[in-house]
């Protein structure tokens, strides 16, 4: 199988391993930051200090598999590594791609990987983030 070529938003039956994530710019600001971390119950030294909320990558790889598959779909499993800090108001690059397409228990799943780097160093990848997604066509579709 070949992967999509090209920006066009595909349907979630053309999304294949392979398949790039249009790359976008975003920064997080200082104010949506604290909502993640006190939405969390979180108080931590480094939100004091500047720090983003890690998490808040997941919802980066949701809004990249969204700008180039548009359909509704569910979050059904997430991974996170964090291999540096990124600082609220920094301005963010997100890339990624799908790194699998396969079927269990009768639903399609898609594993995405997005890496978020700053602009300033997009070839150092702060956080990484793999979510894996179905069609929430397929909810109680059974």
């Known amino acids: 199988m070949t992967s999509p070529a090209g920006d066009a938003p595909l349907a979630w039956h053309e999304v294949v391993a ?4 249009r790359p976008f710019a975003v920064t997080i600001s200082p104010a949506a930051n604290e909502r993640y ?8 030294p480094a939100l004091r ?12 790889t949701v809004l ?9 779909v569910i979050q059904t499993r997430q991974r ?7 600082e609220a108001g920094e301005p ?7 790194l699998a397409r396969y079927e269990k228990r009768g639903r399609t799943y898609v594993d995405v990987r997005a890496h978020v780097a700053t602009q300033a160093r997009p070839e150092s990848v702060r956080w990484e983030s793999e979510v894996t997604f179905t069609p929430a066509a397929t909810l ?3």
């Open 18 to 21: 392979g398949t790039p994530l």
């Open 49 to 60: 200090a500047g720090a983003c909320y890690p998490p808040i990558a997941a919802n980066l």
């Open 64 to 72: 990249a598999f969204g700008r180039r598959c548009p359909e509704p």
């Open 92 to 98: 963010l690059v997100v890339t990624g791609r799908v």
């Open 140 to 142: 109680g579709a059974r």
């Open 37 to 44: 971390w006190r939405a969390a119950g979180v108080d931590h």
């Open 80 to 86: 996170l590594v964090c291999h540096g800090r990124v």
